[in-house]
C-alpha cells in the first residue's frame, strides 16, 4: 500500500512544469545573498562607528573586505577583515596596517607565544629578548636585527600598549607593519588601543638612528 502511495507521488510530482525544479535552488540562494547582506550591514555599522570613535573614515566594497581607513595620529592607518594566522576556532581576523620610513631597513615577525613555542625554545631555538619578564613570557620575536629591536621594544610604556590592545601577532614589512587580532573588532573603545599601539611601534621603528661606529683610518 505505501509502495502504491509513493508511486501516486512521484506520479503527481511529475506533472509538475520544469521550472518548479527551479524553486528551491533559487530560495536557497536568495538566501545566502540575504545572510550576506545582512552581515554586511553589520560589519558596516560596527565600522562607522569604530570611525567615528577614531577619527577616520569607512571605505566600503563588494568583492574585497571593506575598511577603515585614514590618518591616525599622523601615520596612514588601514583596519580590515583578514583570515585566521593561526589554528584558533575565529576564521575572521583584524589587520591593521600603518606606513612606515624602516630607514634601518629592519624585518621583524612577533607572535603570541604557546605551548609548541616554549618546547622549541627549551630545544635551543634562539628569540630576542626585550627584558620585560611579562612581555617575553607573552611574545616571541623573530628578527636578524636583535640589537635594533631591543632598542625599538625598549620603551615599557610601548610594551603595555601593546599587551593592553591584546594584539596577536605583528610582522613588519619593508614600509608596511601589519598587526593582528584574533577576532573581528566589535568595540570601538577597543579599536583605538591596537591603533595607537601599531602606531607607536611605527614611530619607535622609524626614530631609529644608524649606530655605526666611524671607521679611523690611521696612516
Not at 507521488?9 to 509538475?16: K, T, V
Not at 581607513?69 to 585566521?84: E, K, N, P
Not at 584558533?88 to 615577525?109: M, Q, Y
Not at 573581528?184 to 611601534?201: G, K, N, Q, Y
Request: proline share 5%; no cysteine; glycine share 4%.
Amino acid at each position: 500500500m505505501r509502495a502504491v502511495r509513493l508511486l501516486n507521488a512521484l506520479e503527481r510530482l511529475g506533472e509538475f512544469p520544469a521550472e518548479v525544479w527551479l524553486i528551491p535552488p533559487i530560495l536557497i540562494l536568495l538566501g545566502m545573498a540575504t545572510v550576506g547582506w545582512l552581515r554586511r550591514s553589520s560589519l558596516l555599522r560596527r565600522y562607522e562607528a569604530i570611525a567615528e570613535r577614531t577619527g577616520l573614515s569607512v571605505m566600503p566594497k563588494i568583492l574585497n573586505p571593506s575598511e577603515v581607513r585614514g590618518l591616525f595620529l599622523d601615520r596612514q592607518l588601514v583596519m580590515s577583515i583578514t583570515g585566521r594566522r593561526r589554528q584558533t576556532f575565529r576564521k575572521r581576523w583584524t589587520r591593521v596596517a600603518v606606513d612606515l620610513k624602516n630607514p634601518e631597513s629592519i624585518g621583524l615577525h612577533m607572535w603570541r607565544q604557546g605551548t609548541i613555542d616554549r618546547l622549541i625554545m627549551s630545544a635551543g631555538a634562539t628569540e630576542v629578548l626585550v627584558d620585560d619578564p611579562e612581555f617575553d613570557r607573552r611574545f616571541v620575536i623573530q628578527s636578524r636585527d636583535e640589537a635594533l629591536v631591543v632598542k625599538i621594544f625598549g620603551n615599557r610604556e610601548l610594551l603595555q600598549l601593546i599587551l593592553s590592545a591584546d594584539i596577536d601577532s605583528v610582522q613588519l614589512l619593508t614600509a608596511q607593519l601589519h598587526a593582528f587580532y584574533a577576532r573581528s573588532e566589535r568595540d570601538p573603545e577597543h579599536a583605538e588601543l591596537p591603533f595607537t599601539a601599531v602606531t607607536r611601534l611605527a614611530e619607535a621603528i622609524d626614530a631609529l638612528e644608524p649606530d655605526y661606529k666611524p671607521e679611523i683610518i690611521r696612516t
